[in-house]
T-cell receptor, first 115, second 109 residues
Framework: DTEVTQTPKHLVMGMTNKKSLKCEQHMGHRAMYWYKQKAKKPPELMFV???????INESVPSRFSPECPNSSLLNLHLHALQPEDSALYLC??????????????FGNGTRLTVT | GDSVTQMEGPVTLSEEAFLTINCTYT??????LFWYVQYPGEGLQLLLKATKADDKGSNKGFEATYRKETTSFHLEKGSVQVSDSAVYFC????????FGAGTRLTVKP
């Protein structure tokens, strides 16, 4: 069982819809991440929150908007997405935001399809 | 910049065969190294890690040794099972995590 919980598991949305992906961890980790993974590719970093502050934004389009309400929760708000945004969206957490001894713990992802 | 290079897949083995998946890295400092495994329809699971040179990470029969002189972290298992079929990612951390391209392993009965 994963200790990082993501909802929903699957999401189908139109290009004009607004939806949100949710992620929760209760391991006391202080860094949380959003990754995007296309089929047969490694995960690509989108956002990093460290101590509830956005610390890394890897030039992600503004139609993706992250939010970190508290140290246990991470949301990704979606608006006006394109079909090429269809992918597996993975949330991860780590004990601290930087440093060589903080492996990432991943959730099982949300499979997003944009129609 | 920091990066990880993995051997190209896919890799297909028979049950009980020996597995090696090669991984080399390029880093400006002293990274920690990891292997993650991704089963179909799931996220990535940490398989093993090593934080300094000559460390050996091990888990579930898998092993990898941090070789600073060859900048490598090859994954090995002496006898694979059908249940080991998955995609394996080598990764490093200095400031943020960098993944290799992934190697798909299929084990046949």
């Amino acid at each position: 069982d994963t200790e990082v919980t993501q909802t929903p598991k699957h999401l189908v949305m139109g290009m004009t819809n607004k939806k949100s992906l949710k992620c929760e961890q209760h391991m006391g980790h202080r860094a949380m991440y959003w990754y995007k993974q296309k089929a047969k590719k490694p995960p690509e970093l989108m956002f990093v929150y460290s101590y509830e502050k956005l610390s890394i934004n890897e030039s992600v389009p503004s139609r993706f908007s992250p939010e970190c309400p508290n140290s246990s929760l991470l949301n990704l708000h979606l608006h006006a997405l394109q079909p090429e945004d269809s992918a597996l969206y993975l949330c991860a957490s780590s004990r601290s935001g930087t440093g060589v001894n903080s492996p990432l713990h991943f959730g099982n992802g949300t499979r997003l399809t944009v129609t | 910049g920091d990066s990880v290079t993995q051997m190209e897949g896919p890799v297909t083995l028979s049950e009980e065969a020996f597995l090696t998946i090669n991984c080399t890295y390029t880093a400006t400092g002293y990274p920690s190294l990891f292997w993650y495994v991704q089963y179909p329809g799931e996220g990535l699971q940490l398989l093993l890690k090593a934080t300094k040179a000559d460390d050996k990470g091990s888990n579930k029969g898998f092993e990898a040794t941090y070789r600073k002189e060859t900048t490598s972290f090859h994954l090995e298992k002496g006898s694979v099972q059908v249940s080991d079929s998955a995609v394996y990612f080598c990764a490093l951390i200095i400031n943020d995590m960098r993944f290799g391209a992934g190697t798909r392993l299929t084990v046949k009965p």
